[in-house]
């Protein structure tokens, strides 16, 4: 017969955050009772009434077996202080719980959900203060119903909060109108599982929104390749693998998706090629705004080099030809690419770009798209440069809309400067692109800084290499090799990469050494050697600082392998250091992680030696490294220092934002320099393995390239040309609005 038990939570033991199983101890008014069962959402400090049965476990004792609960507002004055105080709102701990219900005593509640402004009588609280309490009480309010609403649909744990927390009270409309948006919208929610989802609410296996949700998605999955768009038959090809539907019920869908503007087809003499809307008017308006800002000036080149022989005076510095002729570009046009290999002299050209406008009087910026790419720009030029999305003052937005952030810096308010310089543009795709240029006010000389053999963006499109080949922009190429960069093999090795030029493996140099081994295990244990004894000493850097770097994901020398056999290594458990486990992935304290998704919204704070904040802000980006400070098991929050100083707090939900970075992928290096980079190169998809992937790797040392493996595959990848097909067609809406 069950059995009803009432009481507050008083402490949570254990919770596994993936499937709610949850053990906790209550505190009933005869005596504190561990209970264990599912849990959907509880945090210490709720008030629960459950139906069970008591047991006795051979091991643990008396427990009651939780069938079902319900959470209760806390009724009497003590349960609704213990509330309060348990951590559940932040900011708020046992002592000012105690002065609020010491204040308030049984209208508590009621003041908290109607005047919640009064909060503010009580010492310790301001205006602000209240107004956060408030939106905290509130909030675990709605996501304890939406819990309650969600398990309906066998949604649990981790999922459940994932989907309140995009959503918010908007998630009831949305599951009950269209829950395959969750495959679009939410990290970890594929199309199976929103497909799952979307049954168990009672949409049908040959619902018409499935087969459109379906399109959409193989539209949403090629974007996370680098496609803007797909061709017809590969779209098609991807979607009846993904619905197992006939192509006349895709096909019909299309046209209907067509008709709703959710898709642009674009017809070629060969064949029809598929965009989603959104990302067919970001390449129109990207081709359009640089077309406006392509503005020629008629400044007198004597002019411009007897300001440059004047510079080169002054600041000690001598420029070669392209470079002359890259400043005098920048002061007769609008819009300038400059483009060349390591070694050419691009820091020099952006050195001789500042020093010559700040000499004409100019208000200068420069930025990048990551945090290392924009310290680095800092650290050569001496001038501060921003990243692009600090530059554009990206802000998050609170209302779940279905835009998830917004940039300060637009149309309506663009960037106050003359000249805008972004150096790394071969990381930058078509939407940042977009954003970037909403923000550049016509009459501002925009100078675009890169190299075009780099491997292209992580998202989607091929943006400065279809600058470069639609032909319809001044851009200059530097490639001679200046006498400095002759010294280092690095350097050199790069350029013969690059030309298809075999290179040596002698082990003469004295910055690029290979070791042969043709075994993986032996390889890993060779890497931690070099890791914690040999480089660190030889390149005057912390192992933390030195990256290995691999082409794959899978296999004995893939990232995910790798990682674990890594961590092992160079941080293994100790007393003193805590853990998480989450997807078969241990997180500890003091690990190099990084972020693999764009979290527009999640917040940061830059702190001092004091621990004062100093700065703050939103966003984290795919790419960004750090290193992680603290695990706090209690409030099951994990924090993560970036490389530029900026501290992350992350939930445990969200650590599917994160992963283990002793080793990470070439392509996601891009962007980074290290004081050394270690590659281990044995075997691997011939696709994948090719020359553009191996220069990328090698020009992201600084100091130092160590080859592990096989000698073979390293020539193999030097001959390698080929490249997977990026469906990009940006080069396409610039010859298009040029010919207008």
């Known amino acids: ?19 709610g199983y949850t053990v906790l101890s209550v505190q009933t008014e005869e005596e504190e009772t561990t209970c264990v069962g599912n849990f959907t959402f509880i945090s210490e400090g709720e008030f629960i009434q459950a139906t069970g049965s008591f047991t006795d476990h051979p091991v643990y004792g008396v427990q009651f077996l939780v069938e079902s609960y319900e959470l209760k507002e806390p009724e009497d004055v003590f349960s609704m202080e213990r509330y309060l105080g348990s951590g559940a709102i932040k900011g708020v701990g046992p002592t000012l719980a105690n002065r609020i219900v010491k204040k308030f005593k049984h209208d508590t509640f009621r003041i908290l959900e109607e005047e919640p402004e009064r909060l503010a009588e009580v010492k310790g609280i301001s205006k602000r203060m209240a107004r956060e309490i408030y939106r905290q009480f509130e909030e675990k309010r709605d996501m304890r119903g939406a819990m309650m609403f969600l398990q309906q649909y066998n949604i649990t744990g981790n999922l459940a909060v994932k989907i309140f927390q995009e959503y918010g009270q908007a998630m009831y409309e949305i599951l009950k109108e269209n829950p395959y948006r969750l495959a679009e919208d939410i990290s970890g929610i594929g199309f199976k599982t929103a497909d799952e989802i979307a049954r168990r609410i009672g949409i049908g296996y040959h619902s018409d929104h499935r087969i ?27 979607t009846k693998a993904l619905l197992q539907r006939e192509e006349e019920e895709i096909q019909r869908q299309l046209t209907v998706l067509n008709i709703e503007k959710k898709i642009i087809i674009k017809e070629t003499s060969s064949r029809r090629l598929i965009y989603s809307t959104v990302f067919y008017y970001m390449e129109l308006n990207v081709a359009r705004m640089l077309h406006d800002l392509n503005i020629s000036y008629e400044i007198k080149s004597d002019l411009v080099k007897n300001r440059l022989s004047l510079i080169e005076d002054q600041f000690k510095i001598k420029l070669e030809e392209q470079q002359r002729i890259a400043v005098i570009e920048a002061a007769n046009n609008g819009l300038l690419v400059i483009t060349g290999g390591p070694g050419t002299g691009k820091t020099t050209t952006i050195n001789a770009l500042i020093k010559f ?45 279905e835009n998830k ?6 149309e309506s308010n663009p960037l106050e400067t003359d000249v805008l310089i972004i150096d790394e543009m071969s990381m930058v795709d078509i939407s940042l692109m977009h954003s970037l240029l909403k923000a550049v006010s016509i009459g501002t000389r925009l100078i675009l800084v890169g190299d075009v053999n780099q491997l292209p963006s992580v998202g989607p499109g091929n943006v400065l290499k279809d600058i470069i080949n639609s ?12 006498r400095q960069s002759f010294d280092s093999d690095i350097i050199v090795n790069a350029h013969k990469i690059n030309a298809g030029e ?12 290979f070791l042969k081994r043709e075994d993986a295990k032996v390889i890993s244990a060779v890497m931690i050697n070099l890791i ?27 990232v995910e392998r790798l990682n674990q056999i890594l961590q092992k290594a160079l941080n293994p458990p100790g007393e003193n250091k805590k853990e998480k486990e989450y997807h078969d992935t241990i997180y500890r304290e003091g690990d190099k992680v990084m972020q693999i998704k764009n979290n527009y919204q999640i917040t940061w704070e830059i702190k001092n030696d004091f621990g004062i904040v100093v700065q703050s802000g939103t966003g984290i980006f795919n790419g960004d490294a750090g290193k992680i400070e603290e695990i706090n098991l209690f409030a099951e929050t994990l924090t993560v220092k970036f490389d530029d100083e900026r501290l992350v707090e992350y939930s445990f939900s969200q650590l599917d934002e994160l992963e283990l970075a002793y080793a990470i992928t070439i392509h996601k290096s891009q ?34 390239v160590m080859i592990v493996g096989s000698d073979t595959m390293v020539q193999f990848m030097i001959d390698n040309k080929s490249e997977q097909d990026r469906y990009s067609g940006l080069c396409e809406r610039i010859i298009e609005m040029r010919e207008l």
């Open 671 to 704: 962007g980074s320099e290290y004081p050394a980079v270690i590659l281990p190169i044995l075997d691997g998809p011939r696709l994948l393995f090719n020359r553009n992937l191996l220069y990328t790797a090698v020009t992201r040392a600084k100091s130092c």
């Open 1 to 19: 017969m069950a059995e009803l038990i009432d009481g507050y939570v008083n402490r949570i033991v254990f919770r596994n955050s993936e499937n």
């Open 357 to 401: 406008f700040e000499s004409e009087g100019k208000e200068i910026l420069l930025a990048a798209p990551t945090g290392r790419a924009a310290k680095r720009m800092t650290e050569t030029t001496g001038y501060e440069a921003k990243t692009i999305h600090r530059l554009l003052e990206l802000t998050k937005l609170t209302d779940h809309t």
């Open 502 to 513: 075999q290179i040596a493996l002698d082990n003469k140099s004295r910055d690029f050494f």
């Open 212 to 238: 459109k949700a379906g399109i959409l998605y193989c539209l949403l999955q090629a974007s996370s390749d680098g496609h803007v768009y797909l061709p017809e038959d590969d779209l098609m090809r991807r």
């Open 471 to 482: 032909h319809s922009f001044n851009v200059v190429k530097l490639t001679k090799i200046f």
């Open 405 to 410: 952030y917004s940039f300060e810096r637009n």
């Open 532 to 558: 914690k004894n040999k480089l660190p000493g030889y390149v005057n850097a912390t192992p933390y600082d030195i990256q290995v770097l691999t082409p794959m994901r899978k296999g004995e020398l893939g």
